[in-house]
């Protein structure tokens, strides 16, 4: 199975103007492949991190920053509909994190990333993560110009939601069964939840993981520094 475009193509979200349909879609799709272009010309890497509310982004971001802070040079921008606790939360862990406050909007756009690097210093930097606002619908139509998308579904979701967000795991690269630390806890089959991912979009790469106990976070580290290691091979491969 080939790459799966991030974004779409439907009529959702079109609006007619003197005669000339324009999709607002594509408007975003524009502006995410300056995103890309820009960001293979700065040797970034670009991580897109979704899913519901609460199932551990943050803390994630928190623990990973913990870990590898002193050798991936990482700069976070982290969108909620209010307030700026997540930016906080991630400043206190060293990280360099710009809140984008969406005002009621319940994903991240492109625009909103362009204006928000515009705020960072990007000199430098290896890795920019993207914490998007948590929920499994409309962040999965919009592409943010990113290298990998990485959706975490929390133990304490129910495992049949592969299937009733289908978009959001077609289009991640990346799953992460959070809080595994809960499930002697709850009834959710971990074979159950990756069965359904995978008949979504059988190239999605699985990992459990747990910030409370450390279960996988070594290894979710490591996948994060591989891909950082070979964005900077495309570099030298682009630019020499
Ligand atoms: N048991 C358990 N709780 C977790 C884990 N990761 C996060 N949490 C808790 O889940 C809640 C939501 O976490 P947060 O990182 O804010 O989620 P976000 O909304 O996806 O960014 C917080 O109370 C965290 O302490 C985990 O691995 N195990
Ligand atoms: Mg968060």
């Not at 009834?187 to 939840?193: E, G, K, N, R």
Request: net charge negative; glycine share 6%; with cysteine.
């Amino acid at each position: 199975m080939g790459k799966v475009k991030k974004s779409s193509n439907t009529a959702r979200g079109t609006v007619t103007c003197d005669n000339t349909t324009m999709h607002l879609l594509k408007a975003n799709d524009f502006v995410a492949e300056s995103i890309r272009k820009s960001m293979l010309e700065q040797n970034i890497l670009m991580v897109n991190i979704t899913s519901s509310a609460g199932s551990g982004k943050t803390t994630l971001l928190q623990e990973t920053a913990r870990r590898i802070g002193d050798k991936v040079n990482m700069k976070i921008l982290v969108g909620d509909l209010e307030t700026e606790r997540d930016a906080d939360r991630l400043r206190e862990v060293g990280v360099d994190a710009l809140q984008i406050v969406t005002g009621g909007i319940c994903h991240l756009e492109a625009q909103m990333i362009w204006q928000g690097m515009d705020n960072l210093s990007l000199e430098g930097v290896d890795l920019l993560i993207v914490e998007n606002v948590g929920n499994l619908v409309c962040p999965a139509s919009f592409d943010l110009g990113e290298d990998y998308r990485v959706t975490l579904i929390a133990t304490t979701e129910g495992d049949d939601k592969p299937k009733k967000y289908p978009r959001m795991f077609l289009t991640s690269d990346m799953m992460l069964v959070s809080k595994v630390d809960l499930l002697p806890y709850l009834p959710f089959s971990v074979d159950a939840v990756v069965a359904d991912a995978r008949d979504v979009n059988p190239d999605i790469e699985v990992l459990e993981i747990s910030s409370t106990n450390g279960t996988g976070i070594d290894q979710w580290c490591q996948w994060l520094i591989d891909k950082v290691e070979e964005k900077k091979k495309e570099y030298s491969k682009v630019f020499s």
